[in-house]
């Protein structure tokens, strides 16, 4: 079993639709959760980070953490053509080496 | 601009050959980390280092070879490419050694013909 799972997708939206992204992970010890957004042939870009479970909102993006699921998730209000990019999910242990586990990604599509 | 630079953008090179491939870290930041991302793999972790020293190790092929220098910059040496190497090498900086997101650069892309 992958340490982090992400279903690739792809995801195809109309614009204004919300959008629900989820990774699943397995280990109980990770104890922080990002989100990263990659458009095509550009570097990975933070969008979201928490520590605990619970929510976390900032503008259209919600992240949301059920540590006794191991279940992260990412919510998309009233999508946009711009937000259409590969979505990352990491996950990571505190410590000195900082290593984060990666999603492959999900691709999503907001058509107009 | 993220504050992460890497160069070259684009590298086109022979089945064989070495290339060397640069970064420089945000301003401050003392971690450099460098991932390889092909389509079917997603992001792999291939080595951080920190303040100059190699501080955790992934899935880096003994054909490759890194280093951070005194001033944070770092370099990522591939040598006897293979066409299986073509793939986007990022290069990605943090502050610290706590807890944080990574700051990613735009990637060179490397192709092996």
């Known amino acids: 079993q992958k340490e982090v799972e992400q279903d690739p997708g792809p995801l195809s939206v109309p614009e204004g639709a919300i959008v629900s992204l989820n990774c699943t992970y397995s280990?109980?010890?990770?104890?922080?959760f990002m989100w990263y957004r990659q458009y095509s042939r550009k570097g990975p870009e933070l969008l979201m980070y928490?520590?605990s479970s619970g929510n976390k909102e900032d503008g259209r993006f919600t992240a949301q953490v059920d540590k006794s699921s191991k279940y992260i998730s990412l919510f998309i209000r009233d999508s946009q053509p711009s937000d259409s990019a590969t979505y990352l999910c990491a996950i990571g242990s505190a410590g000195n080496n900082r290593k984060l586990i990666w999603g492959l990604g999900t691709s999503l599509a907001v058509n107009p | 601009d993220s504050g992460v630079t890497q160069t070259p953008k684009h590298l086109i090179t022979a089945t064989g050959q070495r290339v060397t491939l640069r970064c420089s870290p945000r301003s401050g930041d003392l971690s450099v980390y460098w991932y390889q991302q092909s389509l079917d793999q997603g992001l792999q972790f291939l080595i951080q280092?920190?303040?100059?020293?190699?501080?955790a190790k992934g899935n880096i092929l003994e054909r490759f070879s890194a280093q951070q220098f005194p001033d944070l910059h770092s370099e990522l040496n591939l040598s006897s490419l293979e066409l299986g190497d073509s793939a986007l090498y990022f290069c990605?900086?943090?502050?610290?050694?706590?807890?944080?997101?990574?700051?990613f650069g735009s990637g060179t892309r490397l192709t092996v013909v």
């Open positions: 990605a900086s943090s502050a610290d050694r706590g807890a944080g997101g990574y700051t």
């Open positions: 280092y920190y303040n100059g020293e190699e501080r």
């Open positions: 928490t520590y």
């Open positions: 280990n109980s010890a990770f104890q922080y």
